[in-house]
């Protein structure tokens, strides 16, 4: 009450110079009209109003109108001062929710007059308040056919189709060591080697990026403190953008927190903003990419993986003048594959098309400076955008966008994963500029995990166990089934101490469930020689299916179907010509 009498008192001259208690006591004390009739002294002194006068007439016709038991007068139906006042005020009618009660007014709310004026508008609003009372109506749900929704029997629902078709996901506890590189340790402690890693190259625990980043963690912090847009946009963000627009000869760069981000946020903005757009898109590319397709609302046409003669059966059947993407991948990852760079950027300048490589697999990995396929296929200036990770062969976290500036202006002013959402942390930021500019000059690294790649492969092929065919330095072994490759992972992890992630539908087809195993620089010939021996063990004991097997049944996945593939990476480029070279001198010499 006191708190509505507040608010009264700046449009009322009798509510300002009459006190609480003395309003209580008019409110109690009865005096006699000169009709006869008993009324309180509050209520003659309101008959006297002007104002209020006129309103408590017309609220006596509504209310001999009104139904039993309807609720009394609101201040704001009565006066039309007190309509003003509620109209800036906070304070709740009577008949409302109670929480409003106690805010409190700004400071900077016009006051209303002290004075009341007569004002034909003033005086219409507070008729229509009198006529029509606020009031909250309380709607009961609407009651439908069907039972309550159970929330969680349809979550349990959900995860019990994961574990019936054996594709629910099981997360291993394994921590890296960085010291002791490529071992970790479970979370009992245990040690064990990790050959699954996308830690390609070891960067993650290279001196030069590790101590770049503790000292930019003392200058800066941890956070990057917003969005780009915010805070978060730093020296250390333009000069690694400016690093990656360098490795891929592309005029400009942009920085997200991941690679699958970049990707979404690029094919949905970029597709989405081109009217008419058609993507064509290959059939195994990363859901990321998949993901903004959808997220694009573009038509979308889907080509038989790495099959240039699908692709361009597509593109005959779209108007050459509408807008056109091609997105496909460099390295694919699960089977190890390269995709036809050339020849799809051919088919681009053909049909009037943009092309789109993902080369996360790739950068770092590839070419004189590590900037992919691309790079080592001589095909940069053929590529409109390339997409790469800074947390896969740079070992830290991260993804980017590289092509032209309106291009990567574009994607920077419209797409939402990229404004708002915080930037990558300038440690981080530091970690990764680091890492990029040292495998520019160094090829150390990536020569050691192109040789062990080829042992490794070389080694289970002798035994006879199924590798996925490829170019490129993964390294698939073919199980076909998704219990079992489960039960080997585990096998591998608790008998033997071997790491090695079981992969299984929907990242791979189902029957083509398998091992995908990794070599680093750092896996010599004594942890392989555990890993081969291990795997030809469990393969014997089990009776599992070796290549003829696969080749028996028609083969599958690439497995048993004859096929023999080069690896992308010649031998001159890893200096086995000049070793192979040096030999055949010694054999000369030796047999003079």
Known sequence: MEAL????????????????????????????????????????????????????????????????????????????????????????????????????????????????VPHAKQHQHATLRAEKPHTIHAHQPAQGAHKVFDYEAFYQTQLEKKHKDKSYRYFNNINRLAQKFPTAHTGTG????????????????????????????????????????????????????????????KPAALVFSSCFVANDATISTLAGKMPGCVIFSDSSNHASMIQGIRHSGAQRKIFRHNDVAHLEELLQSVDINAPKLIAFESVYSMCGSIGPIKEIAALAKKYNALTFLDEVHAVGMYGSTGGGVAEYIDAMDDIDIITGTLGKAYGVVGGYIAGSAPLVDLIRSYAPGFIFTTSLPPVVVAGALTS?????????????????????????????????????????????????????????????????????????????????????????PELMDVLVGALETIWKQRGLKMEQDWEAIGGRAGVGLGQVVDQLVVDSDLGLVDVEAELDGHRVAASA
């Not at 006596?60 to 006042?85: D, E, I, L, Q, R």
């Not at 503790?214 to 990057?224: N, P, Q």
């Not at 008998?495 to 469930?513: A, D, F, L, M, R």
């Open 5 to 116: 009498l507040t608010n009264m008192t700046r449009s009322c001259p009798f509510l300002a110079r009459t006190s609480v208690p003395t309003l209580r006591q008019l409110s109690t004390v009865s005096v006699k009209t000169s009709t006869g009739t008993n009324q309180t002294a509050l209520f003659a002194s309101a008959n006297k109003c002007p104002i209020m006068s006129k309103a408590i007439a017309v609220q006596a016709v509504a209310t001999s109108a009104a139904p039993a038991g309807a609720k009394g007068m609101h201040s704001s139906a009565v006066c039309p001062y007190a309509a003003v006042v509620d109209g800036i005020s906070s304070v709740a009618p009577r008949d409302s929710a109670h929480e409003f009660m106690h805010a409190k007014v700004p400071k900077a709310a016009v006051p209303a007059p002290r004075c009341p």
């Open 190 to 249: 245990e040690h064990v080697t990790v050959w699954c890693s996308n830690d390609y190259l070891g960067m993650s625990k290279h001196e030069a990026v590790t101590e770049t980043m503790k000292a930019t963690l003392d200058k800066y912090g941890a956070g990057a403190g917003g969005t780009r847009n915010i805070a978060g946009n730093a020296q250390l963000h333009l000069s690694l953008e400016n690093e990656l627009a360098d490795l891929h000869k």
């Open 436 to 524: 990029i500019r040292y495998l520019k000059s160094s090829q150390a690294e990536r020569i050691g995990q192109q040789l062990n790649t080829r042992s490794l492969k070389a080694r289970l092929g002798d035994l006879g166990i199924p590798v996925v065919p490829n170019p490129s330095h993964i390294v698939p072994v073919l199980v076909g089934d998704a219990e079992t490759a489960k039960s080997i992972s585990d096998e591998l992890l608790y008998k033997h101490k071997i790491y090695v992630q079981s992969i299984n539908y929907p990242t791979v087809n189902v029957g083509e469930e398998r091992l995908r195993i990794t070599p680093t620089p750092g896996h010599g």
